[in-house]
Every structure is written in structure tokens, then in C-alpha cells.
């Protein structure tokens, strides 16, 4: 049961991400393309990996392991990435595409760059 709430866990930021666009008459590029969905697979069975484990003691636990690998992995990622092949427009696009602490408009702290959606 562990195994799953992780893979819920993991499953979190790309289903905020996908609600939070659902009054946009127009789908985002990166529903388009499988490499999302395998990327997506992937980390969602990282999530329920780690919880697995890290041996999860609540539902609670699991899920917030489920939640935090992925975002730690694909945080990493992002930042080689952007070592590597910065952003075309200069802007700093945090973990899994959404912005970061700070947002690029007015490079002040933001709840909504907190939790990386």
C-alpha cells in the first residue's frame, strides 16, 4: 500500500498543473508529446519507489515521499539542464517547467513559486 500512495504522491504536481489549466481553451504543447508522459511514468514510479523504500510509516508520509523525490530528481535535472542549454528568453523555469521561488516578472517570494507549480 505504500508503494501506491507514493505513486499518488508523485502523481501530484503534474495533476495541479494540468487543473490548474483547465479553463484554457487551448491544450499546452506538452500534453502533446510523449516525453511528458513517459517523463510523467517515470517520476511517478520514483515517487512510489522512494516511499516504498524509505519505508513510509503513514499515508501521510507516502504521499509526501511520493511528492518530494520527483520534485528533488527533477529539480537536479532542470538545473544541469539549464547549464548545460540556458532558456531561450533568459526567464528561470524552476522544476518541471513552473516557476520558481521567485517568480521571473517580479523576482519576489511567492507561495505559488514555493510549491513549483
Known amino acids: 500500500m505504500t508503494f501506491m500512495y507514493g505513486l499518488i504522491g508523485g502523481l501530484i504536481p ?3 498543473r494540468i487543473i490548474n489549466n483547465r479553463y484554457n481553451p487551448v491544450l499546452p504543447e506538452y500534453l ?3 516525453s511528458f508522459y513517459i517523463g ?3 517520476l511517478v514510479v520514483l515517487g512510489g ?10 499515508v501521510v508520509d507516502a504521499l509526501a515521499m511520493g511528492y ?6 527533477s ?7 539549464n ?5 531561450v528568453d533568459g526567464g528561470d523555469t524552476g522544476t518541471r517547467g513552473g516557476p520558481t521561488l521567485f517568480e521571473t516578472e ?3 517570494p511567492s507561495m505559488r513559486g514555493w510549491w513549483g507549480m
Open 106 to 108: 517580479t523576482k519576489k
Open 32 to 34: 502533446k508529446s510523449p
Open 40 to 42: 510523467t511514468l517515470l
Open 83 to 87: 547549464l548545460i542549454a540556458p532558456p
Open 68 to 73: 518530494s523525490a520527483p520534485q528533488i530528481v
Open 49 to 58: 519507489g522512494s516511499a516504498y523504500l524509505l519505508q513510509a510509516d503513514s
Open 14 to 16: 503534474d495533476a495541479i
Open 75 to 81: 529539480s537536479v535535472l532542470q538545473q544541469k539542464a
